[in-house]
């Protein structure tokens, strides 16, 4: 005998309640572990390292092993930073980092502004100012009351 399965608790795509709920913690899984690949996971995987990989690392790129031991590599100036990515590469530590030697994750673009959006923000700052400055004058003549005309 077939076990009777009841439709109203499948979901559209045919899912139960549990299916649905395991399909959910696997994609927010998958989600989390594609997040942990940016910069930020690129300090703590340097950190991570044994301290001999470290100082082989620091040998190969000529970095000073004493301030690199502990350094993060994010606060690190950026021909320092190539040089250990490069070193990891030759090394072949790639698998130590979970962003592998990608530079674009090594070396990630400064946060630029448009031009356009600064320009407005000085323009928006100087009509403030001109506001500001019409306030003050206008209350200062409310404060002095009724004056001759010419004084």
Avoid at 15 to 29: D, I, K, R
Avoid at 41 to 69: H, P
Avoid at 89 to 112: I, M, N
Wanted: charged share 25%; aromatic share 4%; proline share 3%.
């Amino acid at each position: 005998m077939q076990k009777h399965i009841d439709s109203e608790q499948r979901n559209l795509a045919g899912l139960t309640p549990v299916e649905q709920a395991a399909m959910n913690t696997a994609g927010l899984m998958l989600v989390r572990e594609l997040f942990g690949k940016t910069r930020s996971s690129l300090d703590t995987d340097w950190l991570d390292i044994s301290s001999a990989k470290k100082a082989a690392i620091c040998t190969i790129a000529r970095q000073s092993r004493g301030q690199m031991m502990t350094a993060t590599l994010s606060a690190l100036p950026h021909a320092q930073r190539e040089a250990i990515r490069l070193a990891v590469l030759e090394l072949d530590y790639q698998g130590e980092f979970r962003c592998g030697c990608d530079s674009k994750v090594w070396h990630p673009a400064p946060v630029t502004r448009a031009i356009g959006d600064i320009e407005r923000e000085k323009k928006e700052r100087a009509a403030k100012l001109r506001m500001k400055r019409a306030v003050l004058a206008a209350s200062e003549m409310v404060k002095q009351g009724p004056r001759a005309i010419g004084q």
